[in-house]
């Protein structure tokens, strides 16, 4: 009787939301968005969705760093405002800037801003992502996304290959 009664609490006591990886499959390559605008972040979705990525929406800064924290994704797509009034304040990519180099390199970041053009190198450099992502290009999102994630793939072949060989990677 006791052992139904634990089971019955503990089931629910149960919040999927407190377990961030439980949907993850093996196999398939995850992201995750952190944008607030629901324009932008149904734009942002359905580039996703269209290149197969498995997709999780993060609520507000603490659900994203929660979720990341537990997972590490394969693409990361954060607007420089979201939840932070001061796009140099945004926690999540002080996260992501923090990050031990060999796990920050798994992770391919674009940043969506208002403030720099698509593609800008230089920004992207200076905010520590991937690459830059203006608002208003917005609906070519899984283009942008898609040969970005590709260009990176081939730049670090080399170097992930010689970690492999080294036993590091």
């Known amino acids: ?15 999927a939301a407190d ?4 949907f993850l499959e093996a196999g398939g390559a995850t992201a995750i968005v952190c944008e607030a605008d629901v324009e932008k972040r149904a734009k ?22 929660k ?30 800037a923090g990050l031990n180099m060999g796990i920050r390199r798994q992770t391919f970041v674009a940043l969506v801003t208002e403030r720099f053009r698509t593609l800008d190198n230089m920004a992207a450099f200076t905010k520590s992502v991937n690459m830059t992502i203006n608002a208003t290009n917005l609906d070519n999102a899984a ?22 060989k080294v036993g590091r990677g």
Not at 1 to 15: L, N, P, T
Not at 53 to 65: F, G, P, Q, S
Not at 146 to 161: L, P, Q, T
């Open 143 to 164: 283009t942008i996304i898609k040969e970005g994630v590709e260009d990176n793939r081939a730049f670090y072949h080399i170097f992930r290959e010689s970690l492999k």
């Open 19 to 22: 377990k961030p990886f439980d």
């Open 44 to 65: 942002l979705n359905a580039a996703l969705k269209s290149l197969d990525y498995r997709i999780t929406e993060a609520a507000n800064a603490k659900d994203a760093l």
């Open 67 to 96: 979720r990341m924290r537990f997972h590490v994704y394969d693409v990361a797509v954060i607007d420089e405002r979201f939840d932070a009034e001061n796009p140099d304040d945004n926690a999540v990519l002080k996260y992501l």
């Open 1 to 15: 009787m006791d052992e139904d009664k634990i089971a019955g609490q503990a089931a629910e006591s149960y919040d």
